[in-house]
């Protein structure tokens, strides 16, 4: 009663599409499985369109998780062919599967900006990401980190690697499904968790008035994902004076821990409106 699931993550050009097509057809040749292949294709939107604006990227972020919840299922196979870049997200894709009770892997394609940028260049030009967005990215990603369970198991490819697909295999179809646990669960969560939810919140809305100051106006007031209240922007506002004011706010909150996570978005935002004058 397996559902396995495969999730690729890397910068953009690292060569995920290729060593998805690789695992896919070693699954076929070696296994009666069917391999869905899950990629940002699923929007029908060009790649530099989507990563150029957060927007479009958070909305083909929830249309690859609802095609994994739509296709997961204990006859086939899933491989998730996308960057998979933002840390949060892959931890929400390895909630979905931990529903589903579906053994699953991460497998990173490392790739130097050289090469990166090279493979670029020798694409078909419709294929090609305009070089801002592909620095952009390689800027962003977050490198999957087995210790975090969401993580792993981990397998990291470098460009000369073969793929491992048999230990690939193995990992998905021989372990069993990690066990239904706390993080499918509302509450309480443990101490990790609480630490990881803080990070994660606060970073999201870090990013949220960074990208919407470069588009909107002093005065206006920013929605930020899971928070009722706005934030207020009477003027411009550094990165370095917004990490200032998260590391503060985790500092009080790991202090005075809030047994409701779904409460931090809103204390965040308060405590910006308070303490930026
Ligand atoms: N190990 C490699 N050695 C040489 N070229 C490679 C390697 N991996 C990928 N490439 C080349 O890089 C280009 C991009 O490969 P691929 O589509 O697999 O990357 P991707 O990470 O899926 O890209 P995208 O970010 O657009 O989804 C292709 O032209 C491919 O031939």
């Known amino acids: 009663f397996d ?23 070693f699954i076929t040749s070696n296994y009666k499985r069917e391999v869905i292949v899950i990629s940002d294709d699923v929007t029908g939107v060009p790649k530099n369109e989507i990563y150029a604006d957060s927007k479009k990227e958070k ?11 739509r296709k997961i299922t204990k006859d086939n196979v899933v491989l998730v ?27 990173y394609c490392d790739v130097s900006k050289e090469n990166a940028t090279k493979w670029n260049s ?20 977050e490198p999957p980190d087995s ?6 198991p981990l397998f990291t490819i470098q460009y000369d690697d073969e793929l491992p697909c048999q230990q690939i295999c193995d990992a998905i179809f021989q372990r069993k499904a990690p066990s239904q ?26 990013s949220v008035i960074i990208d919407s100051q470069k588009t909107g106006i002093v005065g206006d007031a920013i929605t930020v994902p899971g928070a009722d209240e706005k934030v207020r922007i009477l003027r411009h ?3 370095a004076e917004l990490q200032r004011h998260k590391r503060q706010f985790i500092k009080f909150t790991k202090m005075h821990p809030t047994s409701d996570i779904s409460k931090l978005s809103n204390m965040f935002v308060q405590y910006l409106n308070n303490s930026i004058t």
């Not at 559902?3 to 057809?25: H, N, Y």
């Not at 646990?181 to 870090?206: G, K």
């Open 3 to 25: 559902m396995p699931f495969v999730i690729f993550c890397g910068p953009p050009c690292s060569g995920k599409s290729k060593r998805c097509m690789e695992l896919k057809s």
């Open 59 to 69: 909305e083909t972020r929830s249309g690859l998780k609802s095609a994994v919840q």
């Open 81 to 107: 062919d996308s960057m998979n870049y933002i840390k949060g997200f892959r931890y929400e894709l390895f909630c979905v599967t931990k529903s589903a009770q579906s053994p699953h892997c991460v497998i």
């Open 237 to 239: 506002i550094s990165l």
């Open 147 to 152: 210790r975090n369970r969401w993580d792993s």
């Open 181 to 206: 646990n706390m993080s499918t669960q509302s509450q309480p969560l443990s101490s990790t968790d609480f630490l990881y939810e803080l990070d994660r919140i606060t970073q999201a809305t870090v």
């Open 122 to 141: 020798g694409r078909p030009q419709q294929e090609q990401y305009t070089q801002d967005v592909l620095d952009a990215l390689m800027m962003r990603m």
